[in-house]
């Protein structure tokens, strides 16, 4: 094959790629908007302004495109936790201010991950990506203590601390986060950098 043959394929590969991370991103704003619940081919397909047609060629069925859409934001936490873990510093403190940011800048997106969660509670499809903010929680909450029940505590925590603050909808304080973290954890805020 030629460089001239392959580059027709690159770009149509690119225009797919784009289309499909514009499809889940209208899947995203339908679910904070709407809620879950409001999820169909033809809410999204009018969100990002195509065809339905178009949305279910991308996304065969209403799992996959909610699949996809949970995928893109527990990605998007997975690599900050995984920052936090390989980062210097306080990686409870780290943990905190993950967590705050979900009643700021990141209301959005942590408002569609607890929607798209709980969803996987009635749709198995979506259940080994909803698991996965647990899982990073808990991946740093070992690099701070061998205790599972402390990081079991953590996980409880993190999750609660979320909930609370996308119902409270009020800027959270993180110094107090990080004290409620390392309560839950059963250390002090200070020894919580290793």
Same mark, same amino acid.
């Given at each position: ?43 999204? %397909? ?10 279910? #060629? #991308? ?9 996809? %859409? ?6 998007? #936490? ?40 709980? &969803? ?5 499809? &979506? ?68």
């Amino acid at each position: 094959m030629t460089d001239g043959a392959e580059h027709p394929a690159d770009g149509r590969r690119a225009r797919g790629a784009k289309r499909r991370a514009e499809i889940i991103a209208a899947t995203l704003a339908v679910v904070t908007r709407d809620g879950a619940a409001g999820v169909t081919h033809r809410t999204v %397909a009018k969100q990002a302004g195509i065809p339905t047609s178009l949305s279910t #060629y #991308y996304f065969a069925t209403l799992d996959d495109l909610l699949v996809a %859409a949970l995928t893109s934001v527990a990605d998007a #936490y997975t690599d900050r936790i995984r920052q936090i873990i390989d980062g210097p510093g306080d990686k409870l403190r780290g943990l905190a201010e993950l967590i705050v940011e979900s009643g700021g800048p990141g209301r959005e997106h942590a408002l569609a991950e607890r929607e798209l969660s709980t &969803l996987a509670a009635r749709r198995p499809a &979506l259940t080994p990506v909803a698991r996965r903010w647990r899982e990073n929680v808990a991946e740093l909450g070992a690099t701070l203590t061998d205790d599972p029940h402390a990081i079991a505590a953590l996980v409880a925590a993190s999750d609660g601390l979320c909930t609370a603050i996308l119902i409270d909808n009020v800027p959270h304080d993180v110094s107090h986060v990080h004290r409620v973290l390392a309560q839950a954890l059963g250390t002090s805020p200070a020894t919580t950098v290793r």
